[in-house]
């Protein structure tokens, strides 16, 4: 068993920041790979960004340049440092994780940019 508890969502006006949080607990050593996905009304779920071990890192080409995505091995927690927002970032944001053979979701956290 996997869970994984998003936080940090909220809102901020175009052009600030914000930093989201994703703590991993159960069967963790299971997991490969982390990462980021978002979801806006009237769309499908997108790819953010992912994380593999310590520095394989990747992004989307619309975030690419704004955010970063990096892990806390201690903490067994990923972050996702959301710069430069623009109100099409405007999303609903889900943790992610995989083995080599499921795949693992939290339950979203709301991020909402104002113009």
């Known amino acids: 068993q996997v869970q994984l508890v998003e936080s940090g969502g909220g809102l901020v006006q175009a052009g600030g920041s914000l930093r989201l949080s994703c703590a991993a607990s159960?069967?963790?050593?299971?997991?490969?790979?982390m990462g980021w996905y978002r979801q806006a009304p009237g769309k499908q779920r997108e790819w953010v960004a992912s994380?593999?071990?310590?520095?394989?890192?990747n992004y989307s080409d619309s975030v690419k340049g704004r955010f970063i995505i990096s892990r806390d091995n201690a903490k067994n927690t990923i972050y996702l440092q959301m710069n430069s927002l623009k109100p099409e970032d405007t999303a609903v944001y889900y943790c992610?994780?995989?083995?080599?053979?499921?795949?693992?979701w939290g339950q979203g956290t709301q991020v909402t940019v104002s113009s």
């Open positions: 994380i593999v071990s310590d520095s394989i890192t």
């Open positions: 159960g069967s963790i050593v299971r997991i490969i790979a």
């Open positions: 992610w994780g995989s083995d080599k053979t499921d795949d693992y």
